[in-house]
C-alpha cells in the first residue's frame, strides 16, 4: 500500500521569503510523485510531478520538488513566495494501479 | 467545454435524501475519478472508470454509493439515503490515457451538505 505524510498542517510565511513544504511517501513498490495546488472553491492543479530520471523536478509557478529515495521524501520548495501563492498544497502519489493516494494537505499562507 | 465541469455545485439535503452528483468530463478523455474530500482532508478515492467501464470501485464508502458512466463521457455518482457523514466536498477527475503519466484535469467539486 502507498501512503504519504504531511506533518506541516498550516505555513505561514512572508512574501518573497522561500518555503519548504514537507512531504515523506511509503510505498512498496516503485512510486509515482505528486504535487496538486488547490484554490479556494476550485479544483485540484497539478504543479509538478516525478516519474523517474532527474530526481529534481522544475513545476508550474516556480515551484520545485525533489525526490530523495533515502529519506523517502518530496518536498516541495520555491525560493520567493508570492501572496498569490496562498493555497492549499496536496502531495500524492501512485503506487499500484493509476488512482492517487493523497496526503492531508499544507496551507501555505503568504502575509505581506 | 474547456474543463471538467461538474454540477451542482452546491447541494443541501435532508438526511435520507437521495442525491445525484454530474461530472461532465474533457470530451475523449477515457479516465474519469471521484474523489471524495472531507473538511479538513485530502481527497480519498472513490472510483474509476474507464470509458463506460468501472474498473475500481473500492473506494466506496457503502453500498448507498453508486456511479455509472454509461456511455464512456458523463458520470453520475449517486448517494442513496444520504447520512451526515457523507458531508463533504465530491470531485471528479479526467485523464486522456488510462496511465498514471496523464496528467489529471479536476472539476471544481460538488459540495455536498447533509442536514
Known amino acids: 500500500a502507498q501512503s504519504v505524510t504531511q506533518l506541516d498542517s498550516q505555513v505561514p510565511v512572508f512574501e518573497e521569503a522561500p518555503v519548504e513544504l514537507r512531504c515523506n511517501y511509503s510505498?512498496?513498490?516503485?512510486?509515482?510523485l505528486f504535487w496538486y495546488v488547490q484554490y479556494p472553491n476550485q479544483g485540484l492543479q497539478l504543479l509538478l510531478k516525478?516519474?523517474?530520471?532527474?530526481?529534481l523536478v522544475k513545476g508550474i509557478n516556480g515551484f520545485e520538488a525533489e525526490f530523495n529515495k533515502s529519506q523517502t521524501s518530496f518536498h516541495l520548495r520555491k525560493p520567493s513566495v508570492h501572496i498569490s501563492d496562498t493555497a492549499e498544497y496536496f502531495c500524492?502519489?501512485?503506487?499500484?494501479?493509476?488512482?492517487?493516494?493523497f496526503g492531508t494537505g499544507t496551507q501555505l499562507k503568504v502575509e505581506l | 467545454g474547456a474543463g471538467v465541469s461538474q454540477s451542482p455545485r452546491y447541494k443541501v439535503a435532508k438526511r435520507g435524501q437521495d442525491v445525484a452528483l454530474r461530472c461532465d468530463p474533457i470530451?475523449?478523455?477515457?479516465?474519469l475519478f471521484w474523489y471524495q474530500q472531507a473538511l479538513g482532508q485530502g481527497p480519498e478515492f472513490l472510483t474509476y472508470f474507464q470509458n463506460e467501464a468501472q474498473l475500481d470501485k473500492s473506494g466506496l464508502p457503502s453500498d448507498r454509493f453508486f456511479a455509472e458512466r454509461p456511455e464512456g463521457s458523463v458520470s453520475t455518482l449517486k448517494i442513496q439515503r444520504t447520512q451526515q457523514e457523507d458531508s463533504a466536498v465530491y470531485l471528479c477527475a479526467s485523464s486522456f490515457e488510462s496511465s498514471y503519466n496523464s496528467p489529471l484535469h479536476f472539476g471544481n467539486g460538488t459540495r455536498l451538505t447533509v442536514t
Open positions: 516525478y516519474l523517474s530520471g532527474s530526481t
Open positions: 500524492a502519489v501512485v503506487g499500484g494501479g493509476n488512482k492517487l493516494t
Open positions: 470530451s475523449g478523455h477515457v479516465s
Open positions: 510505498s512498496s513498490v516503485s512510486v509515482y
